[in-house]
């Protein structure tokens, strides 16, 4: 039959043009979309980051698909540094020099091309602690007391952010559970963004609520 004439030739063609295929395969550009994290670093100590443009960058990368498949192995984020910034706005450009990318990937665009950073003054002030009471003690019981310790902290933050907070409420305290007098551990709420403890180790704020019980009735006693 024809079909087997000059059969090794035709075996080694086959498996020319298979090679050749498989080589095409792996170095005709493609092209991808990317998005890659941003991490910013070296915020001045006395500035704190109020609001940013962008918490990712789309990258669109052309190249071989083993390239391409390097690329979202190696870009695990892009670095912006503010080190040297004022209070303010920093408008900052996507360098695509400072993206290192495997041989035989390249950047065709990137968006956005520029951050925008506002930067404010980080303030602090001491502000009371307010304990957060929800509902009333069960019918006869007393609410005498309820005291903090500390009754007040120290924050710090943003400075628009900082003169805003009057003070700080613990974690809700559900009265109607209470039937005796009892030390809780609370967190506190700041109740604004860019605002913290200015000692991150102060420990939990104590409430102690103090609670009289109903007066006992004469058939108590027996």
């Known amino acids: 039959m024809r079909i087997f004439d000059n059969l090794l030739y035709k075996v080694v063609s086959l498996l020319i043009a298979c090679v050749l295929w498989a080589a095409a395969q792996g170095v005709t550009d493609v092209e991808q979309s990317l998005d890659v994290p941003i991490a910013v670093e070296k915020v001045p100590e006395n500035l704190v980051v109020v609001d940013e443009s ?53 950047i065709a665009a ?32 007393k609410l005498l007391r309820v005291s903090l310790d500390p009754k007040e902290i120290a924050i710090a933050g943003a400075r628009s952010s900082v003169r805003n907070v009057r003070e700080v409420v613990t974690d809700r305290i559900e009265l109607p559970r ?25 420990g939990p704020i104590r409430v102690s609520v103090d609670i009289e019980p109903p007066p006992a009735s004469p058939s108590d006693g027996g």
């Open 54 to 106: 962008a918490h990712e960058i789309n990258l669109r990368l052309v190249g071989s698909r083993a390239a391409l498949r390097q690329c979202a192995k190696q870009l695990q984020h892009y670095t912006v540094s503010l080190e040297g910034a004022k209070p303010g706005e920093a408008r900052l450009s996507v360098n695509k020099e400072q993206i290192s990318l495997p041989r035989g990937a390249r």
């Open 110 to 141: 990137r968006s956005p091309s520029t951050l925008t950073y506002v930067l404010e003054t980080v303030v602090s002030k001491k502000v009371p602690v307010r304990a957060d009471l929800a509902g009333e003690l069960p019918r006869g019981y």
């Open 178 to 202: 209470l039937r005796e007098s009892t030390v809780l551990e609370s967190s506190v709420a700041l109740g604004y963004p860019h605002v913290w403890r200015k000692d991150p180790d102060g």
